[in-house]
């Protein structure tokens, strides 16, 4: 078992920098307009050759109302109608990208995320997955870990046992906060009550895996409020809690700018409220996965952290990273092989790409040798928070200490600090050091010098 996780408020103050999440290295900043279709095409070839198993993640935009804080995209609206066109431009999708692969690779990863995926009628879901498994080889077993993202206000008893007939198996709810003064703030009035009943019925309905998502910063919010959230949503004993930090940004997202900034916490309140977080969370038996996630030990995540096998990629902490991510939809990501690529996140132009029998690729970014290195060595930090530098000599023939000696000298003052533990072997991420994680695993971003920080969130 990992050592828990140890609070150190002065190495906080000093690491706590606005950097990337590492869902990617390099990460979606550094993706550009010559990455284009024909190198999707020549990607999907490759993926066909070499077999390699499929995660599927399906973007569904649409949200009937708007949250403040949410930075995700997105379009809202009353008319449930403007889902037809999209999703007939998204069945165009599939059969493109589906032609190009191979009908035995086998979709172990489903995951369809918004926007509200639910926002779709029962029939539009029914023809959607129907799409989904004429033209993929969908696994009928169960054995898939096949997700969806749940708003609780557009889901009932009868909306999730249709997604369980579908083969989804796993759910992620959206709660941010429970209490009414917050949720009024941030245009997202969700009561404990409607949140409990999408959770019964996935217990009922032997969903694997529920997942909460909570958000610490938001305005209104006080360490006291907060603490009682969370004590609430441990009481419904999700096997997976994700704790985001809030980060402010109007000039970039243009809801954002209904939020009263006087409203928000002060940033020693919100220190406080995740170290509260951290504290209810282990008492109730939670394990720190890292990067604000959080799972009980039999969680699949707990367990693949345990046995070194843990990944990460654009939908988070997984444990299949080995699969090649198709990302269908408007701003859907695919990662396939050394190739990162982008649909347009303009919802028109990605129809109209379509329409054109076309596909919205828009941006992108190949892999090049160095990149491979460094994301190797950022996955095994922001994974298992040690790092062995025999292995990655050996997988990339190189001398780790000489290929990194520039950034030795940092890497020295953060063993001094207590950050981490240095070796001529190893880098061991210390108890003290795991919340910060990501400031390790900005000593090895080439891109980061050259990049504006002002468009990534800070780490605590």
Same mark, same amino acid.
């Given at each position: 078992m990992?050592?828990? %996780?140890?609070?150190?408020?002065?190495?906080?103050?000093?690491?706590?920098?606005?950097?990337?999440r590492y869902t990617s290295y390099p990460t979606a900043v550094q993706f550009d307009s010559q990455?284009?279709?024909?190198?999707?095409?020549?990607?999907?070839?490759?993926?066909?050759?070499?077999?390699?198993? #499929?995660?599927?993640?399906?973007?569904?935009?649409?949200?009937?109302?708007?949250?403040?804080? !949410? *930075? !995700?995209?997105?379009?809202?609206?009353?008319?449930?109608?403007?889902?037809?066109?999209?999703?007939?431009?998204? /069945?165009? /999708? %599939?059969?493109?990208?589906?032609?190009h692969l191979d009908p035995t690779q086998k979709v172990e990863q489903l995951h369809f995320g918004g926007g509200t995926p639910t926002f779709l009628s029962h029939d539009e879901?029914?023809? #959607?997955?129907?799409?989904?498994?004429?033209?993929?080889?969908? #696994?009928?077993?169960?054995?898939?870990d096949y997700g969806i993202e749940i708003d609780p206000r557009e889901a009932d008893w009868s909306t999730m046992g249709l997604l369980r007939e579908l083969g989804f198996n796993r759910v992620s709810i959206g709660v941010q906060d429970l209490d009414p003064a917050v949720q009024r703030a941030v245009n997202r009035l969700q009561? #404990?009550?409607?949140?409990?009943?999408?959770?019964d019925a996935a217990r009922t309905l032997q969903f694997r895996s529920i997942n909460i998502d909570l958000i610490y910063g938001l305005p209104k919010q006080t360490p006291e409020n907060f603490a009682r959230t969370v004590d609430e949503v441990i009481s419904l004993q999700p096997d997976r809690l994700s704790v985001f930090n809030y980060a402010h940004l109007p000039e970039r997202f243009m809801p954002q700018r209904r939020i009263n900034g006087n409203d928000l916490p002060a940033p020693a309140q919100k220190l406080e409220m995740?170290?509260?977080? %951290?504290?209810?969370?282990?008492?109730?038996?939670?394990?720190?996965?890292?990067?604000?996630?959080?799972?009980?030990?039999?969680?699949?995540? *707990? %367990?693949?952290?345990?046995?070194?096998?843990?990944?990460?990629?654009f939908q988070g902490y997984t444990t299949h990273g080995h699969c090649d991510l198709i990302g269908l939809g408007v701003s859907a990501i695919s990662q396939i092989g050394d190739l990162y690529c982008?649909?347009?996140?303009?919802?028109?132009?990605?129809?109209?790409?379509?329409?054109?029998?076309?596909?919205?690729?828009s941006r992108g970014l190949i892999c090049t040798a160095d990149d491979r290195l460094r994301r190797a060595v950022i996955q095994q930090l922001i994974c298992h928070f040690s790092l062995e530098f025999l292995e990655i000599e050996r997988?990339?023939?190189?001398?780790?200490?000489?290929?990194?000696? /520039?950034?030795?000298?940092?890497?020295?003052?953060?063993?001094?600090?207590?950050?981490?533990?240095?070796?001529?072997?190893?880098?061991?991420?210390?108890?003290?050091?795991?919340?910060?994680?990501?400031?390790v695993c900005m000593v090895f971003d080439a891109y980061l010098e050259h990049t504006n920080r002002q468009r990534f969130s800070r780490v605590i």
């Open positions: 990992l050592d828990a %996780i140890r609070w150190d408020t002065d190495l906080i103050r000093r690491y706590d920098l606005a950097g990337p990455v284009g279709t024909f190198d999707l095409f020549h990607a999907l070839r490759d993926s066909r050759k070499a077999l390699r198993p #499929l995660s599927l993640y399906v973007h569904v935009p649409f949200c009937a109302n708007i949250c403040y804080y !949410c *930075a !995700c995209n997105k379009v809202i609206t009353k008319d449930r109608g403007r889902a037809l066109p999209y999703l007939q431009r998204l /069945e165009q /999708e %599939i059969q493109l990208i589906a032609c879901l029914r023809q #959607l997955m129907a799409q989904l498994r004429k033209h993929f080889n969908l #696994l009928d077993d169960d054995s898939g009561s #404990l009550e409607e949140t409990r009943a999408v959770i995740l170290q509260r977080t %951290i504290e209810q969370l282990t008492a109730a038996g939670y394990r720190y996965i890292g990067m604000d996630h959080f799972a009980l030990p039999d969680d699949d995540l *707990a %367990i693949a952290q345990e046995e070194s096998t843990l990944q990460r990629n982008q649909n347009s996140s303009d919802l028109n132009q990605y129809q109209n790409a379509l329409a054109s029998a076309q596909l919205a690729t997988v990339f023939n190189i001398d780790f200490r000489g290929y990194f000696a /520039e950034l030795w000298p940092q890497l020295l003052d953060m063993a001094e600090d207590g950050l981490i533990e240095l070796d001529n072997e190893r880098i061991t991420v210390q108890p003290a050091g795991r919340l910060l994680v990501r400031s």
